[in-house]
């Protein structure tokens, strides 16, 4: 079973286990600009305050969820609305991850559904760091372009490759490490790597299908594949989201 038909097959089974996927509930969503969701940081460089990204807020039962996407939505429905989305598209996925997010959060099911703020993503960094400890001796590549993962990891001496999908960031060096093209060096990063440490937002984009079957240690980080990755048992990493 595709990764996407599982997702909407449990959240179609959570709705009708709750009783609330014949209710007319509304999701509403809004289109968070950077600022809304870092608040003031001391970084300029995140994808979301750059404008490269942008991230989706669904609120259900007081209960907030989010979803980092390319592709821009509003939406304002219910339920029922939500399961008839077409996740063959990047629209419709982001929608449909920040609506589960937020049900599984309304439901005591997941937490950290919430980007944190302010200095928090340099502290997730460095607690990051402190995870990761015990893999110092490994290679490990980074999917995405989060700096302050990126610097953190090379401070520490670990040994890193990253690539990113976004042309204005491949090529481009933080710290000696060169950020690398997503589609033509995917083979030779993924193969050298021991350890994949992956953007969350990929359960998005739908590149995550490329680091969920892999022989090697995969971690996945952010706020967006919070429920996502409940539902498929993957490993998450999101130390100051809320």
Known sequence: MDLYEKLKEYFTGLAREKGIENEEIEVSFRLLEGIDVLGETSRKDYPLLTGKEKMLEAEFGG????????????????IQDIMKLDLEKEYDRGIFVAALNAVMKHFNLISGT?????????????????????????????????????????????????????????????????IEDGVKEYEDVVDWAEVILCTGSTIVNGTIKDYIDLNKDVYFYGNTIAGPAKVLGLNRICCKAV
Do not use: M
């Not at 592709?71 to 304002?76: D, K, M, T, Y």
């Not at 502290?123 to 760091?129: I, W």
């Open 63 to 78: 209960a907030k969820g989010q979803a980092f996407t390319l592709a821009g939505s509003v939406f304002h429905g219910t």
């Open 114 to 178: 919430i980007h944190c703020k302010g200095e928090e993503p340099e502290e997730c960094a460095g607690e990051l760091t402190k995870k990761f400890s015990e893999k110092k001796d490994k290679r490990i590549a980074v999917i995405g372009f989060q700096p302050a993962f990126i610097e953190a990891l090379a401070k520490a001496d670990f040994n890193i490759r990253v690539l990113d999908l976004n042309p204005e960031n491949i090529g481009s060096d933080r710290l000696g490490v060169l």
